[in-house]
């Protein structure tokens, strides 16, 4: 009988910390499809931030750093710019890549850094309690936003891919999703663009990821995944942004 | 090999070059801009990495990845600086990264000034950041000690897999003085990964390595302190280094380091001329503290003087050495203030002939 589906060889075999429904373990899974697929585990070097993703290196069964909250970037930087022939690929969440972070990747996307960084947007900061983070929608209640995030008071959910679009430096920017199964193709299409394009040496490349979380959203894993369909994806559009 | 004229910024650089520094990240600052200008075009020729960063944060961060990566990396900065690189210097210590790290130090609290200090010691010597770690504290005193002690900071920082910090101040760094440096043009010594095993170069024919600080695990992380307290003890041990003047034959030995050592030596020069009976201890490295060596001196001298560009912080390390043995005095300026010879001299006639003279010092 033909094996149809198997966990990926970068992928180790032990169970993920992460909650019921979370985004996080379905793009682990796919980033371990695409480098097996690419054949390159040998020459990956991920950098894994702070935040729910922090112990990635748990999962990946290939070369991992951790780094400081938000300079994930620049570590990533310091590892490409030292083994330029090697994949080398940050992953961050939102807390990470657009609050503390927000100068680091900036400025990593201005210089044109060879490198691919995978942002997992879901809204919240997941790994200390679900408070409201720069991503958090309008309304959006969160443990600092009780009454709902408020314009007047929080500002507006930050826009990370289209900001860094406006950088020459920026290459490929593409937002996907996680909420159904055409669009974990789609986001599988995406990761694997983005490593193929640094290889190529084309310069920065980003992918966001709209990703669930049941826990801090207050819903069913099933009803976050439509969330993402109906209020998130409205804010965060999905498609190419940047394709240079 | 004839000798030229250099600042200690750009000996700094050059001496990098030599010891097989291929990657440097900074972020402009007065008093060490001279190394960072050196720095942009010195790795270009050497064919390492130097990147103009967006903040001292990002600097030792990309410092920290460099390092990962198994390049000799450095980063260099001042005052205001060095407290923003703390939270990199924190992670480098506990995922056991080796790095140099040059502060450069200006008068402070604060934004303070660009005058020379030492009122950094304390953050220096003590760790710095969050946790407990030390880093090894280098503190040249001339141009020349500075192309030594920096080609040694990179060895000492791959021995112990631990950051190391070359502490100066505006002075040593921006005065020029004839050293004799060996310009390389090609990087051999020390290529990226080379006797790495840990560092991360793709998980080709090997496990994979991982570089962390995060130990969530029951005991994991009291190992892990556990692992880094023996290899301070260690460092403790084999490494505290220190120049002794007259120590022999001396009443009072003034404890200084860096910049501050040089007045001192020529306050006791002339204290000598008017035959008082004094001599210099001269830490090199302020940690490890050469606490033995110094210990030994009390049983020759009856007192001390600690003198320094600060409000007085490594007159600590000097009491715990002496262990109330001696009465141990303190002279220095804080804020940019630099000690003058004469009034030196003046404080150490204060210690030797109380009886005929009025105190001047505080």
């Known amino acids: 009988m033909k094996k149809v589906f198997e966990r990926p060889a970068s992928l180790r075999a032990v169970p993920t910390h992460y909650c019921s429904g979370c985004g996080h373990s379905i793009v682990h899974r796919l980033i371990c499809e695409v480098i097996d697929e690419l054949g390159i585990r040998e020459d990956v070097i991920a950098v894994c931030p702070v935040g729910c993703a922090v112990i990635a290196y748990e999962y990946w069964d290939f070369d991992c750093s951790e780094a400081p909250h938000g300079r994930t970037p620049c570590v990533a930087t310091g590892i490409k710019r030292v083994h330029p022939d090697k994949v080398v690929f940050s992953y961050q969440g939102d807390g990470d890549l657009a609050?503390?972070?927000?100068?680091?990747?900036?400025?990593?996307?201005?210089?044109?850094?060879?490198?691919?960084v995978f942002f997992i947007n879901n809204g919240v900061y997941g790994m200390t309690n679900g408070q409201m983070a720069p991503t958090t929608l309008i309304g959006q209640k969160t443990s600092t936003s009780i009454h709902g995030r408020d314009i007047a008071r929080d500002g507006y959910p930050m826009k990370m891919s289209e900001l860094l679009s406006q950088l020459p430096g920026a290459k490929y920017i593409e937002r996907v999703s996680v909420d159904n199964p055409a669009n974990v193709l789609k986001t599988k299409a995406a990761i694997k663009k983005a490593l193929k394009h640094q290889m190529e040496g084309k310069g920065f490349s980003l992918v966001e990821i709209l990703s669930p979380c049941p826990t801090y959203w207050g819903l069913s894993p099933k009803d976050a995944c439509r969330r993402i369909e109906d209020e998130m994806s409205k804010v965060f559009p999905l498609g190419v942004i940047k394709d240079a | 090999?004839?000798?030229?004229?250099?600042?200690?910024?750009?000996?700094?650089?050059?001496?990098?070059?030599?010891?097989?520094?291929?990657?440097?990240?900074?972020?402009?600052?007065?008093?060490?801009?001279?190394?960072?200008?050196?720095?942009?075009?010195?790795?270009?020729?050497?064919?390492?990495?130097?990147?103009?960063?967006?903040?001292?944060?990002?600097?030792?961060?990309?410092?920290?990845?460099?390092?990962?990566?198994?390049?000799?990396?450095?980063?260099?900065?001042?005052?205001?600086?060095?407290?923003?690189?703390?939270?990199?210097?924190s992670y480098m210590a506990a995922c056991q990264l080796p790095a140099v790290i040059v502060n450069m130090m200006r008068g402070g609290p604060g934004l303070g000034n660009i005058a020379p200090s030492q009122a950094d010691y304390f953050q220096a010597t003590r760790g710095g950041g969050h946790g407990d770690y030390r880093t090894m504290v280098l503190a040249p005193s001339t141009v020349e000690e500075v192309w030594n002690l920096t080609q040694l900071a990179f060895d000492l920082a791959d021995e112990y897999r631990n950051p190391v910090m070359i502490l100066g101040d505006g002075i040593l760094g921006q005065m020029m003085e004839p050293v004799e440096v060996v310009r390389r043009h090609v990087q051999a010594k020390n290529a990226a990964g080379t006797h790495k095993p840990w560092a991360l170069t793709g998980c080709k024919g090997r496990k994979p390595n991982v570089i962390r600080s995060l130990f969530l695990g029951e005991g994991e992380l009291e190992e892990l302190n556990r692992i880094m307290q023996m290899k301070y003890d260690k460092i403790k041990s084999k490494e505290p280094r220190f120049e002794s003047l007259y120590t022999e034959d001396s009443d009072l030995v003034i404890v200084a380091y860096g910049t501050t050592s040089r007045i001192v030596r020529s306050a006791i020069s002339k204290a000598r001329h008017e035959h008082l009976h004094v001599g210099m201890f001269r830490p090199i490295t302020l940690w490890p503290f050469p606490e033995a060596q110094l210990q030994k001196l009390a049983k020759k001298s009856k007192a001390f003087l600690v003198v320094e560009m600060s409000a007085g912080q490594m007159v600590d390390d000097v009491k715990l050495s002496i262990l109330g043995q001696r009465p141990i005095h303190f002279y220095g300026r804080a804020g940019g203030g630099v000690p003058t010879e004469e009034a030196i001299v003046e404080v150490i006639k204060d210690i030797l002939k109380p009886k005929s003279r009025k105190r001047v010092y505080a």
Request: proline content about 3%; charged content about 15%; some cysteine.
């Open chain 1, 99 to 116: 609050a503390i972070g927000t100068a680091e990747i900036i400025h990593t996307a201005n210089r044109g850094e060879n490198i691919t």
């Open chain 2, 1 to 89: 090999m004839a000798k030229i004229l250099m600042c200690g910024n750009e000996v700094i650089g050059e001496a990098a070059v030599h010891a097989g520094c291929t990657f440097y990240a900074g972020y402009p600052i007065t008093p060490q801009n001279e190394l960072t200008h050196y720095m942009s075009f010195r790795m270009q020729e050497s064919g390492g990495t130097f990147i103009q960063a967006e903040s001292e944060l990002a600097a030792i961060n990309l410092v920290l990845g460099a390092a990962a990566a198994g390049a000799r990396a450095m980063t260099s900065s001042s005052s205001p600086g060095i407290s923003l690189k703390q939270e990199g210097i």
